[in-house]
């Protein structure tokens, strides 16, 4: 095969999958596995994972006021995604949000203080995650709710909420809310800012945490949106996309033409400068061409170079990779 699709197979592969055993050594060997049940079965399935772009402390505004707080959490064994919402007059609310397997859909109980209640069920697609759900409305009629969460550049999230009257043909928005992650009131930013090496080094492999959530849902917006508005992904010492639009496109025109079927990774240095910090490791992995049904092979090191931004939020500037092949 020729290099081109090898070199953006590579480093697609490298761009999806680098984080995924970085912490390998702390899972139990096949054998116990086969022997033991899973202490966290829902880790299993990458669709459990397309929704941990919202988990966090959160402002929300709400055409540039505050509308709220909501505390996310992922509770129950990493199962369940927890919303309690506060809003700024006073409301409540709780969701439970899961990946119901048996369904093959994502399904979001609300409930709040002024007794409503939502059962909605969707998908992630697009780049979002999309949820719909049906409700009494009047005269005998019925309300249909769409809820639409988008991620966005600088670790953001967009709540859209619409509904419809007239099954679908018309829809109006009840909230469009803007998702900041919350600041604390020692520091004034949305991560308290390290008071030792350790703590930088601890806040960055949380954000590495959070980026290998999104690979392993295979989730090109979710990745992008972990890029500085600058942020490049560079194989072999070329720039393959830069910003996190085109990090994105790049990403989404792979959908269903690769298929990821090894990856092994090691870190083996952090080197942290400021609010600059350089990961450096070394990967091998293995993935199928579906079109033709080829297999890749590639090995080699990468660095990422990861930037704390002025609100406390660690985003990665640059991804760069080198196959030994």
């Not at 505004?61 to 369940?80: E, F, H, S």
């Not at 590639?298 to 170079?305: L, S």
Request: hydrophobic content about 35%; aromatic content about 10%; proline content about 4%.
């Amino acid at each position: 095969m020729s290099d081109w699709p090898k070199r953006l197979c590579h480093t697609l592969l490298f761009t999806l999958c680098f984080t995924f055993n970085i912490f390998a050594q702390n899972q139990p060997s096949s054998s116990q596995s086969a022997s033991q049940p899973s202490a966290k079965p829902c880790g299993a399935r990458p669709e459990y994972r397309q929704f941990d772009f919202w988990i966090g402390e959160w402002d929300v505004q709400a055409g540039g006021k505050q509308a709220g707080t909501n505390n996310v959490q992922l509770i129950l064994g990493g199962c369940v995604i927890f919303e309690n919402w506060t809003g700024a007059r006073g409301m409540t609310g709780k969701s439970f949000n899961i990946y119901n397997a048996a369904k093959g859909k994502w399904q979001q109980t609300w409930v709040d203080s002024a007794g409503n209640v939502l059962e909605l069920y969707g998908e992630f697609k697009d780049g979002a995650m999309r949820l719909v759900g049906e409700k009494p409305g009047p005269n005998g009629g019925k309300i249909i709710d769409r809820l639409t969460f988008f991620p966005l550049e600088g670790a953001r999230v967009r709540q859209l909420w619409e509904s419809s009257q007239d099954d679908g043909k018309t829809w109006s928005s009840v909230f469009d809310g803007l998702y900041i992650r919350k600041k604390t009131a020692a520091t004034g930013s949305s991560d308290a800012l390290p008071d030792s090496t350790s703590d930088a080094e601890d806040q960055v492999k949380a954000a590495m945490r959070r980026y290998d959530q999104f690979v392993l849902a295979m989730n090109a917006a979710s990745i992008a949106a972990m890029f500085t508005p600058d942020g490049a992904l560079v194989d072999a010492g070329k720039t393959i996309a830069s910003t996190p639009a085109s990090i994105r496109a790049f990403l989404g025109s792979f959908d269903g033409k690769v298929r990821v079927e090894e990856n092994a990774s090691s870190i083996e240095s952090v080197t942290l400068t400021g609010a600059t910090a350089i990961l450096t490791g070394t990967y091998r992995q293995k993935a199928l061409l579906l079109s033709d049904k080829r297999e890749i092979r590639v090995q080699g090191k990468f660095e990422a170079e990861w930037s704390r931004q002025p609100d406390g939020q660690w985003l990665i500037r640059r991804m760069s990779t080198q196959s030994a092949q």
